[in-house]
């Protein structure tokens, strides 16, 4: 099954900063990536799918990139609420794999 | 306004099946797959499997053995059991749809039942 390794584990930063968070496959996935805030106690919402593909509703601010193997989430402009955390997810091949997770904290 | 929820029980004993429900309102179980994930401290998050409203699925070859993924769409309503079941399924399951067309984007989802394994 295809690996996913997200990094940093955890990052520390301020409302109004940039934060740009890495996810890499173990083989190539093309662009069939998505990522994923999850927030305590709530379930995971849907922000990216096929690596740059804003869901309905998420705002401009969250952009995604990549292809094959590296992909990056970015937040232009941290706002209170997202810090969260956020998964990465491949849909490239089965079975369907998470990565672990990189928290973006206060 | 589309919404998944979660049942069943919160405590199964080692060996026993976990059986759990996902209620859909809002939307038609009709033409749209439907998956079961789980998240535990120890494997993060770990897809189960899906099941399209016709009846076919594909489920995790890690779970396959023990995965059965049903759907009722006179209930508009999918369920899953897990049998066999020992500590390592402790986790939150969660029920989503497949958001986009696709079987393999989550969207949205329910709010998660923590199930516990334990006698």
């Known amino acids: 099954e295809i690996l996913l390794t997200q990094s940093p584990a955890t990052l520390s930063l301020s409302p109004g900063e940039r934060v740009t968070l890495y996810c890499r496959a173990s083989?190539?996935?093309?662009?069939?990536l998505a990522w994923y805030q999850q927030k305590a106690g709530q379930a995971p919402r849907l922000l990216i799918y096929?690596?740059?593909n804003r869901a309905t509703g998420i705002p401009a601010r969250f952009s995604g990139s990549g292809s094959g193997t590296d992909f990056t989430l970015s937040i232009s402009s941290l706002e209170p609420e997202d810090f969260a955390v956020y998964y990465c997810?491949?849909?490239?091949?089965?079975?369907?794999?998470f990565g672990g997770g990189s928290k973006v904290e206060i | 306004q589309e919404h998944l929820q979660e049942s069943g029980p919160g405590l199964v004993k080692p060996s026993e099946t976990l059986s759990l429900t996902c209620n859909v309102s809002?939307?038609?179980?009709?033409?749209?797959?439907w998956n079961w994930i789980r998240q535990s401290p120890g494997k993060g998050l770990e897809w189960i499997g899906y099941i399209y409203f016709s009846g076919s699925t594909k489920y995790n070859p890690s779970l396959e053995s023990r995965v059965t993924i049903s759907v009722d769409m006179s209930k508009n309503q999918f369920s899953l059991k897990l049998g066999s079941v020992t500590a390592a399924d402790t986790a939150v399951y969660y029920c989503a749809r497949g958001g986009y067309g696709a079987s393999s984007l989550f969207h949205p989802w329910g709010q998660g039942t923590p199930v516990t394994v334990s006698s």
């Open positions: 809002g939307v038609s179980i009709r033409s749209y797959y």
């Open positions: 083989q190539s996935v093309r662009s069939s």
């Open positions: 096929d690596a740059s």
């Open positions: 997810q491949q849909r490239g091949d089965w079975p369907l794999t």
